[in-house]
């Protein structure tokens, strides 16, 4: 038995320990705040609010879920409105600020913007600490359905995120009315403990849905619906597989549409006959889903914010941080009209409901009997854009396998698990073609910084497919993109599944005269992955 003496002595060595911890934590807090003030110390940050300029708070607020309340974070503007909508000849002209208790950034996905203000940290800029502020200007040459999102720690999966739309004429007139549904995957369980139980190996992310779910048997093959092609009505539809389900990684508690459960769907007021675009948004952590539109059947206008030659479906497949346009017609008949997400491998679902008549809401529950499985190639097989690339030479092939899980759950690009200065290097001119294999037992949906890509091969089949920002890459299979670099700069490149990106499936495409004083791997170790 330790004597008191020992007892006494082991005390002030803690003590002393606990010391040099917080010495070491006030140091490298003030070393950020001073790094932060030399970055802030520019335009068009340093610049003052004027009488065009949004101010987007990035906030936390009460969510209720399943009866429970939660605190998660939101943007929104000064009045409460969620999110931010501009025209493309406006421009972007706001201020965040930081109300939160730990550092944020807020990066503008999809969007040709100045690297600078990309939002990415400690590759474009530092954090912004708590109750800081931050200008962002620039000119806009996109439009349609983007978002906007955190890109420190794992606070996607904490909601700081919003819609960001950018209108034109056309997308006024092509519908009658304009809705957007953001799909969101819910636990509990803070991200943060996720994170710890994923590496510690604990099944399903330890979250109550997989506990509830701990005799189910995952391997199991059964009959689960998947995406599939109706060549006599040449459209999209569901179809049966038999597939082994096969555990997820995070089980989550609930699947959410605009912050609402299925049994409490927001409801979409309309005129039989009225046509509708939704602009789905895949918001998500780590889910990616099938749209489900009932008996409605829809012509799929964008894929995440570009436009495609017009395809019909009632199922489409959205991989995890991208988008979707649609547009349905209503049938004349006043009716009810649910629109669907379902989340790959569960049994889960949310949605929203479009009615036309007085009637009764039906009930609907967010769980069902039935299972649903993996998205696949098969739409992005069948898509062509209606902005292809130019004819041009390729310049510089990148090879990239998506490899992974190493132990305590570590992800990896060409097995280089993040943070290391080893970037994707690029010239100003080239025709750039990324090569994804994908070896590891996960679909990652990929996601490279201030460019868009043309799909030009999937499989070893050449195609002129959809242009996009973010492409889902299905276990044991490959495909290629290509894009013009016309994007000066240092760009993050990684999947955005919160926390594979997090452990290490991450990495930069650096433009040879690219600024790299802002790019500092070493201190992503420091970044807080509590939300509060």
Avoid at 32 to 57: E, H, K, Q, Y
Avoid at 295 to 323: C, H, K, M, W, Y
Wanted: net charge negative; glycine share 6%; hydrophobic share 40%.
């Amino acid at each position: 038995m330790a004597s008191r003496r020992d007892f006494l002595r082991l005390s002030v060595v803690g003590t002393g320990l606990t010391l040099l911890g917080r010495d070491l934590r006030e140091r490298s807090r003030a070393a950020a705040t001073s790094l932060w003030d030399t970055f802030r110390d520019r335009w068009p940050f340093n610049s003052s609010r004027n009488a065009g300029t949004t101010v987007l708070n990035v906030v936390s607020k009460p969510l209720t879920v399943n009866g429970r309340t939660v605190t998660r974070g939101s943007i929104q503007q000064a009045d409460g409105t969620f999110g931010y909508v501009v025209t493309r000849d406006q421009g972007v002209d706001v201020e965040i600020v930081n109300t939160l208790e730990v550092p944020t950034t807020i990066h503008w996905h999809g969007l040709y913007i100045p690297n600078l203000q990309d939002g990415v940290p400690f590759v474009t800029q530092p954090p912004i600490p708590p109750g800081q502020s931050l200008r962002i200007q620039y000119p806009l040459v996109q439009d349609g359905t983007f978002w906007i999102h955190s890109h420190y720690g794992l606070q996607i999966q904490d909601y700081v995120s919003a819609p960001f739309l950018v209108l034109t004429p056309e997308q006024e007139r092509w519908a009658d009315r304009d809705v957007t549904v953001m799909l969101r995957d819910f636990s509990f369980t803070p991200s943060d403990q996720i994170l710890k139980n994923l590496i510690a190996g604990e099944d399903g992310g330890g979250t109550a849905m997989s506990k509830s779910l701990s005799d189910f048997d995952w391997n199991q093959p059964r009959d689960v619906l998947v995406q599939g092609w109706n060549p006599t009505f040449q459209r999209f539809e569901w179809r049966t597989d038999q597939q082994a389900v096969k555990q997820p990684d995070v089980v989550y508690d609930a699947l959410l549409a605009n912050d609402r459960t299925l049994d409490d769907p927001e409801v979409i007021e309309a005129r039989p006959g009225d046509t509708v675009v939704l602009r789905m948004i895949a918001a998500s952590a780590f889910m990616s889903w099938f749209v489900d539109l009932g008996e409605l059947v829809g012509t799929l206008l964008r894929t995440d914010a570009n436009p495609v030659e017009p395809i019909e479906g009632s199922v489409f497949q959205l991989a995890t941080a991208q988008r979707l346009a649609i547009r349905v017609t209503l049938p004349d008949e006043p009716g009810l009209f649910p629109v669907l997400a379902y989340g790959q491998r569960s049994n889960m679902r949310c949605g929203v409901l479009i009615r036309t008549s007085q009637a009764s809401l039906p009930k609907l529950a967010p769980q069902t009997d039935r299972w649903i499985g993996r998205l696949s190639f098969l739409q992005e097989q069948n898509l062509r854009s209606r902005t292809p690339l130019a004819p041009q030479a390729v310049d510089n092939v990148i090879p990239v396998a998506l490899t992974g899980p190493a132990p305590q759950y570590k992800w990896s690009l060409n097995h280089k698990v993040y943070p290391y200065r080893d970037p994707f290097r690029v010239r100003r001119g080239e025709r750039v073609e990324i090569v994804f294999t994908n070896p590891s037992p996960m679909a990652h949906p990929m996601h490279l910084h201030g460019h868009e890509f043309e799909i030009v091969e999937i499989n070893g089949q050449r195609l002129q497919g959809a242009t996009r920002d973010t492409v889902m890459v299905p276990s044991g299979e490959t495909c290629r993109i290509a894009f013009d670099a016309n994007q000066p700069g240092i760009w993050a490149f990684h999947c955005h599944i919160t926390y594979h990106d997090a452990e290490g499936m991450f990495n930069v495409v650096a433009y040879d005269d690219a600024d790299l004083r802002w790019w500092q791997p070493e201190r992503v170790d420091q970044e807080d992955l509590r939300f509060r």
